[in-house]
């Protein structure tokens, strides 16, 4: 009984042996199968991610485009139609085309063409007396116009800015140049009471600094 015994267990342990490597053979192949499918869907992970930062790209891209055009949009429109604008503490309405024209008058005196420069803010204080840049075009006019040894010109120029806008800041200096304008002209009385006016109204300024050393060189 015994030989019949050991060859059912010998048998028994064949199919056991059998089985497990059976068994490993399946979970070595299930396992290939799941890591080419965790490595599939890392790979897609990675590109589907890339589309989702083009995407992103783009969506930003279209945002800051549309973004200019409806500035520029708005621009244009506000270059059409007038608005509500404060420049240098003066605030008014401020015309189509009004801006473009106070800035070209403005590079041409930056470009050192006097005349021309001292022209275009003339007329543009004609066509925009009420504008908000009406008062820098009155102080880039009288600084044109002195520079140009038009002093009857800037003295009248810059008396109107201080006349009109007493408060305005540009107020200083068009009493420095102004004073100037008046030494020019021979009439130094004029000068010196411009320079002490500058002092004692605006001590703290650089016009109050130049202001005193004129008032010390005028005798």
């Not at 048998?11 to 068994?23: C, W």
């Not at 009406?134 to 044109?144: D, E, H, R």
């Not at 408060?167 to 009493?175: D, E, G, L, W």
């Amino acid at each position: 009984m015994s030989a019949p015994n050991s060859a059912w267990a010998l048998f028994a342990d064949d199919d056991a042996r059998k089985a497990i490597l059976d068994l490993r053979k399946t979970l070595a192949t299930t396992q290939l199968e799941l890591q080419s499918q965790i490595d599939r869907l890392k790979v897609e992970n990675t590109e589907l991610r890339g589309k989702i930062e083009v995407l992103q790209k783009q969506g930003d891209d279209i945002g800051a485009s549309q973004k200019t055009y409806y500035q520029d949009l708005d621009t244009r429109i506000g270059n059409l139609e007038p608005r509500t604008a404060t420049i240098e503490g003066v605030s008014g309405t401020v015309q189509p085309g009004e801006k473009q024209a106070y800035d070209d008058a403005l590079k041409t005196f930056q470009a050192g063409n006097l005349k021309k420069a001292d022209s275009d803010f003339s007329a543009f204080i004609k066509k925009y007396s009420d504008s908000p840049y009406t008062p820098l075009a009155l102080f880039w006019s009288g600084n044109s116009k002195y520079a140009t040894k038009d002093y009857s010109g800037a003295i009248a120029q810059l008396q109107s800015l201080i006349k009109r806008y007493p408060s305005h800041p540009r107020i200083p200096s068009a009493m420095l140049t102004l004073g100037n304008a008046q030494l020019e002209t021979g009439n130094k009385a004029a000068a010196k009471k411009t320079f002490s006016e500058i002092v004692s109204k605006y001590p703290d300024t650089e016009a109050a600094k130049d202001a005193q050393k004129l008032l010390t060189a005028t005798k």
